[in-house]
């Protein structure tokens, strides 16, 4: 009875030992990989990624109420096209982050993968394990746990057989089931990774979905911008003619100024010798200070004379005289005496005529509804040359009036 007890004391012994050394080896690392902190890092990159997102997305929040409010008017086509192109540059942020999140959850998943082909490793090595044991058990004279029962000498022995195998089942029980739950632990982790990533893949669709949206968007701002600038392109050629054109026609005036002057020296020295050579003066009885303004009743100018950005292309130009509105149809009167050196329609002054008033001084009337007089003509000072309308360049009825002293446009005002 002794003999036998300590027989299997000593079995008990070799069993707890092993169970000790096993627990040692295979349990403490499994704890590890269950409670690990090497996942710490990778989910604060992820919270970091995600913190990204929130903030980008708030950040193209703002600006699509900003491109609402630009769309509404067309003007700020310019303003519209680069709040898109900031909001792209968000969107193409935000895939680059949701990319890289999808491919943290990716590495998570694959280190997921090998714990776990690692957590089925170990079990196998356990089983394998506990049959050595068995057969250890064998090669010691045990043919089974059947076998140990049935050796039993009396009941004492059989109650410390039965707790033997009772302990060793139980130890083999909880082995597997430990290791059973850790891999069953790491699997689980790996479907909820498996999950997040799947997740960001479908939000990576709807912003790459987006994306589309906005290319479009983008393309349309573009056109628009296209559009506005051959609108003010052909706007601003059209000025540029109209500006030379006006310039060509004072050119011309200059010329016909210095025949006439010529004309009119040469008849004088010819018709008397005698007189003074203070000739070059007026010849047409006016005194040179003696301007009368031409729209009686209408001073008001409506654009000065000189530099100015122009109402609609908002390029700068040179305004040669000044505008006065009045009522079409109204008379528009010789400012002097003189003779009429051109009388014509042009694109950017309409009906006009210009008057030399000799002593290298001329005057011009411009968008003239109709023209009452005709090159080559002499008028008096107040005849009526025309009347106020709004042909060539011109939005509204007005006159627009130049003076020229010796080839130079002055302030038509600064004589009055
Ligand atoms: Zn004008």
Redesign the pocket.
């Given at each position: 009875m002794q003999k036998r007890t300590k027989h299997v004391d000593k079995r008990r012994w070799f069993i707890g030992i092993m169970a000790c050394v096993l627990a040692v080896a295979l349990l403490l690392p499994l704890l590890a990989y269950v409670v690990g902190p090497a996942d710490a890092a990778t989910q604060s990159e992820i919270n970091k990624l995600k913190q990204n997102a929130a903030n980008l997305d708030a950040q193209k929040k703002e600006l699509s109420t900003k491109i609402n409010t630009l769309s509404q008017d067309k003007e700020k086509a310019v303003e519209q096209k680069r709040a898109l192109d900031e909001q792209n540059a968000i969107l193409q942020s935000e895939i680059d982050n949701i990319t890289t999140m999808i491919a943290e959850y990716a590495r998570l998943i694959d280190e997921k993968q090998v714990e776990l082909a690692e957590a089925e490793r170990k079990e196998a090595v356990q089983y394998d394990m506990f049959c050595q044991r068995v057969r250890s058990m064998e090669e010691s004279g045990i043919d089974s746990y059947a076998a140990v029962l049935f050796g039993a000498k009396d009941f004492s022995d059989l109650v410390d057989r039965v707790t033997f195998i009772q302990e060793v089942v139980e130890y083999d029980n909880n082995i597997m089931e430990m290791l059973a739950a850790t891999r069953q632990k790491i699997a689980d982790t790996k479907a909820e990774l498996e999950t997040d990533k799947q997740e960001q893949e479908a939000a990576k669709g709807k912003l790459q979905q987006k994306e589309a949206e906005l290319e479009k968007q983008i393309q349309e701002a573009t056109n628009l911008v296209k559009q506005m600038e051959a609108q003010s392109d052909s706007y601003q050629v059209a000025l540029q003619q109209l500006a030379e054109e006006e310039d060509a026609i004072s050119a011309q005036i200059d010329q016909k100024v210095a025949e006439l002057e010529k004309q009119q020296a040469a008849a004088r020295q010819a018709q008397s010798q005698s007189q003074s050579q203070n000739q070059s003066q007026g010849t047409t009885g006016s005194s040179s200070s003696g301007y009368l303004w031409p729209l009686g009743g209408y001073t008001s100018i409506s654009?000065g004379f000189g530099g100015r950005t122009h109402p609609i292309a908002g390029v700068w130009r040179m305004?040669?005289?000044?505008?006065v509105p009045a009522p079409g149809g109204t008379p528009i009167r010789a400012t002097k005496s003189g003779q009429v050196i051109v009388s014509a329609y042009g694109g950017s002054y309409g009906n006009y005529v210009s008057i030399s008033h000799g002593g290298g001084s001329s005057s011009l009337y411009?968008?003239m509804s109709r023209r009452a007089v005709g090159a080559g003509q002499t008028v008096q000072q107040g005849q009526v040359i025309g009347y106020v309308g709004t042909t060539g360049s011109?939005t509204g009825n007005?006159l627009?009036?130049?003076i020229k002293v010796h080839g130079g446009r002055i302030n038509p005002l600064s004589v009055f």
């Open positions: 654009s305004h040669n005289g000044v505008d411009a968008h011109s007005h627009h009036f130049e």
